[in-house]
């Protein structure tokens, strides 16, 4: 049984590539046709809609190049060694992902060397078994710092609008500091809040165990407990998701949605959250482009695999503040909603 449910997402990956291959048989009747590009696009948390944005720039790209995409769900280590084989079986010549854990890196890169692979990270970058980052593949992410550090000013900014008494209201700094891009995201985030004057010793951290809701939730509920005194909250955290789950549990505490001011990151995982009628805690978002994102990290795994043109190393991108006020217009701009 369990071998039968390990091979599924192989016979998949096969079946669709097997699909790919009758196309590409009756296109290829001259011997000089060059071979049809295809590439993959693997990522870790394939429910978050960020994830499915990006899968849609991706998606562009391929209609733009002409080339075609595979696009898998990696939720660990397993499912990434599983889809490398199938997407070598299927003719897939190179692949972005976005990694279930950054300690893998070593053995990706290994296998994608083994097997001939071209690779580009995305959003988390691999780290070396000494820690380092693994600066030798090519890597396209946030700037999470600046980012981080956008979304404390925001907060800052906007309890100072509301004229809140500093000392009635405290920081939920939702961290998963194992996580690079995480940790600088909200290390920036909180840098800035006390460069701002807030006071240190009322920034608290919540560290989630999950990178999800419920992981975020159970995270900020534990804080919430611990500080009965404090009356105003502002929470941040290193996505919408972090964020989202705090402010779930200042409900479940009480706390009415004019006492709370959260500030997500992505802007793709909080619409709902910003089109409720009546508004909630969740005040707004450092919006960053996953389409941009998905659309230019396999437009340069094209021209790699294709011309041969390595992509830059390093390549970052920046945010903007999404509020209930703006979010519509920015986010059609964006191409994320129609
Ligand atoms: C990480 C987070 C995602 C997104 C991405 C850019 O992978 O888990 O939500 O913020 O960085």
């Known amino acids: 049984m369990k071998l039968t449910l390990r091979l599924l997402p192989v016979l998949a990956g096969l079946i669709f590539i097997t699909g790919c291959d009758k196309k590409s048989a009756s296109t290829s009747a001259t011997p000089a046709a060059p071979a049809p590009v295809k590439l993959g696009y693997l990522v870790k948390q394939p429910e978050e809609p960020w994830f499915q944005y990006e899968w849609k720039g991706a998606e562009a790209a391929a209609r733009k190049h002409g080339f075609?995409?595979?696009?898998?769900?990696?939720?660990?280590g397993e499912k990434v060694m599983t889809a490398l084989d199938s997407l070598v079986a299927g003719g897939v010549q190179g692949f972005v992902i976005c990694t279930p854990d950054v300690r893998l890196g070593?053995?990706?890169?290994?296998r994608a060397k083994l097997k001939g692979l071209k690779l580009i990270t995305v959003d988390d970058r691999f780290v070396s078994a000494d820690g380092k980052f693994m600066s030798e593949v090519p890597y396209m992410g946030m700037s999470a710092s600046k980012i981080g550090e956008a979304q404390g000013q925001s907060l800052y900014a906007e309890m100072q609008q509301r004229s809140w008494p500093v000392a009635e209201t405290a920081?939920?700094?939702v961290t998963f500091e194992e996580?690079?891009?995480?940790?600088e995201r909200t290390d920036g985030s909180v840098a800035a809040l006390k460069a701002a004057g807030f006071p240190a010793d009322r920034?608290?951290?919540a560290p989630q165990?999950?990178?999800d809701v419920p992981g975020s939730f159970?995270?900020?509920?534990?804080l919430l407990t611990q500080h009965p005194e404090v009356k105003r909250w502002l929470v941040l955290g290193m996505n919408d998701t972090a964020v989202l789950g705090a402010i779930r549990a200042t409900e479940g505490r009480g706390f009415a949605a004019e006492n709370i001011i959260g500030i997500g990151i992505n802007g793709t995982d909080c619409i709902d959250e910003l089109r409720k009628t009546k508004p909630t805690g969740f005040f707004g978002s450092m919006l960053v482009s996953a389409p941009s994102e998905g659309f230019k990290t396999s437009e340069m795994l094209y021209h790699w695999v294709k011309d041969g043109t390595t992509p830059p190393p390093d390549t970052r991108t920046t945010g903007i503040l999404i509020t209930r006020a703006n979010f519509e217009q920015i986010l059609r701009q964006e191409g994320i909603i129609e």
């Not at 075609?68 to 660990?76: C, N, S």
């Not at 996580?179 to 940790?183: E, G, K, M, V, Y």
């Not at 159970?218 to 534990?222: E, G």
Request: contains cysteine; charged residues 25%; aromatic residues 4%.
């Open 203 to 205: 920034i608290f951290k």
């Open 171 to 173: 920081v939920c700094a």
């Open 218 to 222: 159970d995270a900020a509920n534990i």
């Open 68 to 76: 075609e995409l595979v696009k898998l769900g990696v939720q660990d």
């Open 179 to 183: 996580l690079d891009t995480a940790r």
């Open 106 to 110: 070593p053995a990706i890169v290994a």
């Open 209 to 211: 165990k999950t990178t």
